[in-house]
């Protein structure tokens, strides 16, 4: 993952890792890119505000990138690990949240443990930073409760998690070396084997599961896996493709394969999704009546 390279205006695109609905207008993401010094510890920040009718639901559903968050609200203050499969939120009523996307070296840098430990779950942020997450958490709530769609406020909110996590600084060797592989992995479509990556930097198979799971808590073929279902999902959203050469593209052996896959996990099959989640087809031209 390249580090972002400027501020982007609230939803100026719908990422692959994000199922969002194309009619759900309940919520606006803010995101923004973090100092450069902490770009090898910080991919980004997002700062999600919404407003939900009463007695309505927006769920949030989200195909993780392999790296952990940090996720401060009006109410809790948490540190969450890789989600193994598919991530929902359900949005109520009107809130916001300023979220933390880490690095992939971050996690076993922030908490002095191993990643693994936290897949599929989270924890109050005080487990990771201690003594300095309820300071944390109370400038960033200082900051947002005033107006939560305010540039100024996200801020002063995005300065203070700048500044809580830049002690952690700098990452440790074995922390690049993760960057980098993760980096390989989902900048680079025809990796679709554990062994390119192995030996692209030139490790045993051994050493290569042991360092992913410890640093990001699952295994190199599920980051295979994680790449190749989001850019499925941008290509259904786009209507980019038909299924069977989606899968082809993905360098699936065949349609079934992909289709079971992705319905394992995302809980709708391609199809489904991409009747549900895609952009409105462009129509057809009229028939030019002078022909």
């Not at 990422?15 to 902490?38: G, I, K, Q, S, W």
């Not at 487990?127 to 900051?143: I, K, N, T």
């Not at 692209?200 to 599961?209: A, K, S, V, Y």
Request: with cysteine; aromatic share 6%.
């Amino acid at each position: 993952m390249k580090p972002d390279s400027g501020p982007h205006p609230p939803d100026a695109d719908i990422e692959p890792a994000h199922l969002r609905d194309p009619h759900d207008t309940t919520n606006t993401v803010f995101r923004y890119p973090p100092a450069p010094e902490l770009s090898t510890l910080v991919r980004r920040y997002w700062l999600p505000v919404w407003s939900v009718e009463p007695g309505r639901e927006a769920p949030q559903r989200v195909l993780q990138y392999p790296v952990c968050l940090l996720v401060i609200s009006a109410d809790h203050a948490r540190f969450h690990g890789v989600t193994s499969g598919l991530s929902t939120t359900v949005l109520t009523g009107d809130g916001w949240a300023a979220g933390v996307m880490f690095t992939p070296a971050a996690g076993g840098v922030l908490t002095g443990r191993s990643v693994a430990e936290f897949t599929d779950r989270h924890v109050d942020l005080t487990e990771v930073l201690g003594d300095a997450a309820g300071p944390l958490a109370d400038a960033v709530r200082a900051a947002m409760d005033r107006d939560p769609r305010d540039p100024a406020a996200h801020r002063a909110a995005t300065t203070a998690i700048g500044a809580a996590v830049r002690p952690h600084l700098p990452i440790d060797d074995e922390g690049r070396l993760v960057n980098r592989i993760v980096e390989y992995v989902e900048d680079d479509p025809t990796v679709l084997r554990v062994e390119q990556v192995r030996r692209e930097f030139d490790l045993t198979e051994r050493t290569l599961q042991r360092l992913v799971h410890r640093r990001i808590g699952l295994t190199p073929k599920w980051l295979i896996q994680r790449r190749r279902l989001q850019e499925a999902a941008g290509r259904l959203r786009e209507h980019a493709v038909s299924l069977a050469d989606t899968a082809a593209v993905l360098g699936y052996a065949d349609q079934p394969h992909f289709v079971r896959d992705f319905t394992r996990v995302v809980g709708m099959t391609p199809g489904a999704f991409a009747d549900r989640f895609g952009r409105p087809r462009m129509a057809d031209p009229p028939p030019d009546s002078n022909r």
